[in-house]
Structure formats: structure tokens, C-alpha cells
């Protein structure tokens, strides 16, 4: 965890839950290097603002459909996808854009 000062992982961040989210998927909800279990009501604000982010949700996702999982957090997830479809990666592509455009200027 980078968030984390210490050896240990938090649990907590965005890119702890990414890992959660991997060991769930794979049929492990409870993981030693993690106290507890996943909260569900922090998927839907899961902060994917970033084309490596979503490909990795997206392939959670998909490895979840090949394998016809279905569970509450997989529609949480969905979400956060979608989040990212609609509103960060039409951020992301205007923010590289007009940087592109400064630069000519």
C-alpha cells in the first residue's frame, strides 16, 4: 500500500480495494494482508480517473462473467466502470487536449 507508512497494507485506499477487488473475484473475500471484510458501500466511490484504473476494473469484470459470478458487488463495481466511461475518461481526453493546444500557442 502506498498510502500506508508502514509495512502493512490499509485496507482502505483506492488502490488497496483494486487489490480486494482481485482477491474477490478470484474466491478469496478474506485476506490475511487485509483486516476485515470489503464495504460495499465504498465501491461506488472507487475514484477510476485514469486508463490503467479502468482497464483493471474492466478486467475484473470480465473475469467475472466468464466465470458467471453474480453478486451485489459486481453491480458496484459496473458502476465505478461507468463513472469512468461517462465522466473521467471525457475529462482525461479535454485535459490532453487543451494541453495539446497550449503547447502550439
Known sequence: ???????DNCGQCEKCYRTRLNFLAAGYPYVEC???AIKLHKIPKMKV????????????LEYV???HFNSTWISLLKLVLM???LIY???TAW??????IRRKI
Open 1 to 7: 500500500c502506498w498510502q500506508n507508512k508502514s509495512m
Open 34 to 36: 487485509f483486516e476485515g
Open 49 to 60: 480517473n485514469s486508463k490503467t484504473k479502468a482497464k483493471e476494473i474492466q478486467s475484473i
Open 65 to 67: 462473467k466468464q466465470h
Open 83 to 85: 463513472k469512468w466511461q
Open 89 to 91: 475518461r471525457p475529462l
Open 95 to 100: 485535459k490532453s487536449f487543451s494541453r495539446m
